[in-house]
C-alpha cells in the first residue's frame, strides 16, 4: 500500500484520511507460471490516527472497491469481478483493519490486521515503512496547509483461505498475492 494521506497540524495522535489521488493498493500474482500480474484497485478510502511524536499508528482502516480492479486486460479485469474471483456484485469492498502495529525500526512497523475478503476476515501482516510526515510543500487546494504522511506497506496471503480457489489446483493462477 502506498499512502497519500492528510490531517492538519498538531502535536497530539492526528487522524488521517488517504487521498485517493495520492494512494495505491497494488498486487502481484503468478500467471501460469510465466510471470506475475500487476493489478490495482482505483478507488480506496480509508483513515488511521498516528502520533509523530510516539510512532503509534491506530484506528487503521482501509476499504477497496473491488469493481475497481485494474490489470491493463479488459477479459481479465471482468473475470476478476465476477463469481470465480472478487465476485464484487456479493461483495464490494475488501476491508483492512488494523488490529496493531509495532514499531520495528526508526521508521519500520508491522501492522497486523484483519482483511475481509469474499465475506470472510482472516489476519495479514503488512510490513510498513512510514516514509515522511511533513506541511504538503506545493500550495494545492485541498492539500494546501495540510500536514501529509507517506506510508509504503507490503504483505501476502493466500487467495485459497478466503475461499478463492480458481485455478490454484492447475497451477494456472498463483495462490499467494502480494499486496504493495
Not at 19 to 34: A, I, K, M, N, Q
Not at 74 to 86: I, K, N, Q, T, V
Request: with cysteine; glycine share 8%.
Amino acid at each position: 500500500f502506498v499512502l497519500g494521506a492528510s490531517a492538519p497540524a498538531r502535536a497530539a495522535p492526528a487522524k488521517y484520511t488517504l487521498d485517493p489521488e495520492h494512494t495505491s493498493v497494488g498486487f502481484l500474482v503468478h500467471h501460469v507460471g510465466y510471470a506475475k500480474v500487476l493489478g490495482l484497485f482505483r478507488k480506496v478510502a480509508g483513515t488511521y490516527r498516528f502520533d509523530d511524536a510516539t510512532g503509534a499508528l491506530t484506528e487503521l482502516r482501509i476499504e477497496i472497491d473491488a469493481a475497481s480492479v485494474y490489470t491493463a486486460h479488459d477479459e481479465r479485469d471482468e473475470h476478476l469481478r465476477g463469481r470465480d474471483c472478487l465476485d464484487a456484485k456479493r461483495f464490494p469492498k475488501l476491508v483492512y483493519t488494523a488490529t496493531s502495529a509495532r514499531r520495528t525500526g526508526e521508521r519500520t512497523y508491522v501492522v497486523d490486521g484483519q482483511l475481509e475478503l469474499l465475506g470472510q476476515r482472516r489476519p495479514v501482516s503488512l510490513q510498513a515503512t512510514w516514509n515522511k510526515s511533513e506541511p504538503y510543500p506545493l500550495r494545492l487546494a485541498p492539500l494546501q496547509r495540510a500536514v501529509v504522511m507517506g506510508v509504503s506497506a507490503r504483505g501476502s496471503f493466500r487467495r485459497s483461505a478466503f475461499g478463492m480457489n480458481y485455478a490454484v489446483e492447475n497451477g494456472w493462477v498463483g495462490d499467494e498475492i502480494e499486496l504493495i
